[in-house]
C-alpha cells in the first residue's frame, strides 16, 4: 500500500492510496469461489457451475463490491499508519479500478486540530460561597406551602394575592379587537399577568362588580398593532377567591416523603434538599466562568464536518422540544445559524477539555462516580433500586462517568489557577446567571 499525503487548506487533508492489483484480484476470486460452492443454475449442478460462467454472469458486481470494501478497510489502515485524526467521515474518490491494475483512490477529510493548553495558573475564578440559614429554610417551607394552596371563597373586597375569575371586552376607539377579550379568565391580582393598571384596576372589587378601565397598551407592547393605543376594558367579576395555605402538618409533611419525625424532620429534608442545589448552583457557576475562560484563551480551527453534525443534533434537540416527536416541523424552520454559535462553543470545549484529560492522564474516579449516583438516587423513593439500575445500565453508567471525568478535568484546571472566594447569599448563588451581552 502506498500512501501519500496533501493539504488543502486548514484542517483538510487529500490523501492518495495505491492498492496493489493482487490484494483486488485475490478477493475477487475468494469471493466468487465462496459463491461458485454453494451456487445453483439450469443445467449445472450445484457447486459446479464454471468459474468462466461465474465471472461472466457476477464477476462485474462482485468487483465492484470488493472494491468498496478493500477502499474502506485500506483507507483505516493509511490514517493508522500516518497517525492520522480524522473528524467526521471521508469522501472517497476512485481514480483507478480497472482490472489487472492497481487500485488509486482518493480520501478527503478533515482532521482534529493540535490543542495548545494555555497556561492555567494565570486564570482568575472567584468562586461565590454560601449557606443555608434558618431563614431561607422558611422561605422555601413557604413557597412550598404557596405551590399547594387552595383558594377559599370571599365576599370582601379583592387586594394583592386574590384570584378574580373574570370576563372582559376590550375596545380601541369603540371597537373591539383581536386578543382584546377573555370569559372565565382567572387573574391573580399582583400577578402582572396583564397590561399596568388592568390588575390594580380591579382591587377593592368584589364578586358581581362591573368595572370599566381606561388604559393603555404600553408603546413597546408585543403586539404594534395596539402598542401605544389607549384602550377600554369592560370586566365583570364573576367570583373571588383568597389563598389559604395547607397547615405544617402530618398530611403536608408526607406529601414530601417525611412519613415520621413531623416538622423536624421534614425541614432537614428541605435543608438537605436546598444544599444539594447550592452545591450543584455554585458548581455551576464556576463552571460557566472557566468555560468561558477557557473558550477566551484557546482560539481553535475547527472541523467544518464537526460544527454540522453538532448543529444537526442540537435542531434535533430543539424540534424535539418544539414538537415532541408528534408535529410535522420543516427542519428549515431552524436554520444553521440559530446554532452555530452553541455548536462551535461545545466542540471547543470538548476539544479542551480533551487535551486537558490526556495532558493530565484522568481517568473517571470510581468514588466519585458511586457518590454522584448516590446523590442522583436520594432524590428518588427506592435509592437502592436506583443505583442497582444505574450499574446495570452500561450506556447511562457510561454517562455518569463521562460526567465526573469532565468534572474532574475542571478541578484539575480551578487547581492551577487563582481561585478566591467571595460570601454571598443563598439566594444569590442559586438566581441563573445574567445574560452576557449580545446573547439571547
Not at 22 to 29: L, T
Not at 46 to 67: D, F, L, S, T, W
Not at 127 to 156: C, F, G, P, Y
Not at 347 to 369: M, N, R
Request: glycine share 8%; aromatic share 6%; net charge negative.
Amino acid at each position: 500500500m502506498q500512501v501519500s499525503i496533501e493539504t488543502t487548506s486548514g484542517l483538510e487533508r487529500r490523501m492518495t492510496v495505491g492498492v496493489p492489483a493482487s490484494i483486488v484480484e485475490n478477493a475477487v476470486n475468494a469471493r466468487l469461489a465462496e459463491a461458485a460452492s454453494t451456487m445453483k443454475l439450469n443445467g449445472f449442478r450445484k457447486g459446479k457451475v464454471p468459474m468462466k460462467v461465474i465471472k461472466g454472469r457476477y464477476g462485474r458486481g462482485v468487483r465492484q463490491e470488493v472494491m468498496g470494501e478493500v477502499m474502506s478497510k485500506t483507507y483505516y489502515e493509511a490514517i493508522t499508519q500516518q497517525k492520522l485524526k480524522p473528524a467526521g467521515q471521508p469522501r472517497i474518490e476512485p481514480k483507478t479500478m480497472e482490472e489487472g491494475k492497481d487500485l488509486e483512490f482518493v480520501a478527503i477529510f478533515e482532521v482534529y486540530p493540535e490543542v495548545t493548553l494555555s497556561d492555567f495558573s494565570k486564570l482568575k475564578v472567584q468562586k461565590l460561597v454560601a449557606e443555608v440559614d434558618d431563614e431561607n429554610v422558611n422561605k422555601m417551607i413557604e413557597t412550598l406551602r404557596e405551590q399547594r394552596q387552595s383558594w377559599e371563597t370571599i365576599t370582601r373586597q379583592a387586594k394583592n394575592g386574590d384570584r378574580l375569575n373574570i370576563d372582559f371586552v376590550g375596545t380601541i376607539d369603540g371597537e373591539e379587537f383581536a386578543g382584546g377579550s377573555g370569559k372565565g379568565t382567572n387573574l391573580v391580582l399582583g400577578s402582572e399577568r396583564m397590561i399596568p393598571g388592568f390588575e390594580k384596576g380591579l382591587l377593592k372589587a368584589k364578586a358581581g362588580a362591573e368595572v370599566v378601565l381606561d388604559l393603555e397598551f404600553p408603546k413597546d407592547y408585543q403586539n404594534k398593532d395596539v402598542a401605544g393605543k389607549a384602550v377600554q376594558f369592560k370586566v365583570t367579576v364573576n367570583s373571588a377567591s383568597a389563598p389559604v395555605l395547607p397547615e405544617l402538618n402530618d398530611e403536608f409533611f408526607a406529601v414530601f416523603g417525611i412519613d415520621e419525625g413531623g416538622e423536624e424532620a421534614f425541614r432537614k429534608e428541605v435543608a438537605a434538599n436546598m444544599n444539594r442545589e447550592l452545591k450543584n448552583a455554585s458548581k455551576g457557576k464556576v463552571k460557566n466562568l472557566v468555560m468561558d475562560l477557557l473558550l477566551k484563551e484557546h482560539q481553535i480551527d475547527l472541523p467544518a464536518s464537526l460544527v454540522k453534525s453538532e448543529i444537526e443534533s442540537l435542531r434535533q434537540q430543539a424540534m424535539q422540544q418544539f414538537g415532541g416527536g408528534k408535529q410535522n416541523i420543516d427542519p428549515a424552520m431552524l436554520p444553521d445559524d440559530l446554532f452555530k454559535e452553541q455548536a462551535e462553543k461545545c466542540i471547543s470545549l470538548g476539544l479542551i477539555l480533551g487535551e486537558v484529560i490526556k495532558v493530565k492522564k484522568l481517568k473517571a474516579d470510581p468514588t466519585l462516580v458511586k457518590s454522584t449516583i448516590e446523590d442522583i438516587a436520594s432524590t428518588y423513593e427506592t435509592p437502592e433500586e436506583v443505583v442497582r439500575w444505574y450499574y446495570s445500565n452500561k450506556e447511562q453508567l457510561a454517562s455518569v462517568e463521562s460526567s465526573v471525568l469532565e468534572d474532574q478535568a475542571f478541578e484539575a484546571i480551578l487547581a492551577d489557577a487563582k481561585v478566591t472566594e467571595k460570601k454571598v447569599s443563598y439566594d444569590d448563588v442559586i438566581k441563573p446567571d445574567a445574560p452576557k451581552a449580545g446573547k439571547k
